[in-house]
């Protein structure tokens, strides 16, 4: 009889650990109170829409020694429309991906002439929120291609490597244990659908590398710097691991 | 400036009980918290929350530091007569920021 409660403990948990079905794919919001998901909904009620505002006026704000704004060329900014989607994207003359703040602070400095923003400030945050807004509703749809490819496989080694004093790895609870509690909390799928987030604990909008940062911190491993190639290349996998969910920017979430 | 979010419908019919929702941007900084040298942030709140409704007030809030940055504050009057509907929020420097809004109730 042991043996048997055994074997089927080990059946359960070979099962688990398979990536989670396209059909089971649920997005944080669904996971979020009732209070918070009336937050989401309603624009005005919204903090995070305070960021896209700030956004908006960065957008026609003029900056470096061009002195241009992101308007004078890339127009209105519902050309930014299904941009947000596509990120993290490769940069030939970089080699390597760059996420939507990298891709902001990128532009700044070859084509605006203006020292980036600093990781994570306020105004990179709100005019990254301005940008993905654009896209709200339209699913994620990063591309594969062979020049993404090593940093998606990089991304995915990183989603399943164990770290930290804990020695778990993000799989270990957004594929086998979502849907489950960790303490008062519960455990959601890792989707980045609505970054960058407003998030309650934060009082304040936020990235998803901020994000990522929370959660090493929390198995105490040591976080990697806004920007690390690691970081980008496991929102990579995530917004990969994401394909097809709609965007939500600016998500509310506790 | 700090940047508000107000929602308030811009007809109603007279008599009718409307709905107003307020968020501004602030980070109600409690005075409590500790900065990265250890020295204690100073206490940034706003403190005093006031709408009035052609020149009558209609609500009134006393904030305190346990309100979480970027306060919403949402309230209920009547739609009585057209007119401006006047938000105004005073922080702890005493600086206070107004936004008016028009109603026309027929």
Redo the contacts between chains.
Sequence with gaps: MRVLVLAVVAATGAAAAAEIAPGDRRSGYDFAGPESRAMQDDDTANPGMLGVLQGETLWATKAGASGRSCADCHGDARSMKGVAVRYPAFEPALAQPLDLEGRINWCRREHQGAPPFAGESEDLVALTAFVAYQSRGLPIAVQENAELQPFLDLGKELFHRRQGQLNLSCSQCHDDNWGKRLAGAVIPQADPTGYPVYRLEWQSLGSLQRRLRNCMIGVRAEPYEYGAPEAVALELYLMERAYGMPLETPAVRP | MA?V???LPARAKRGEIIEI?T?I?HP?ETGYRLGPTGAAIPRDIINRFLCTYNGEEVFRAALFPAI???P?I?FFTVATESGEIVFSWTDDHGETQTEVRQITVE
């Design positions: 940047r979010l107000i929602n929702k968020l941007a109600m979480a940055a970027n919403f949402t």
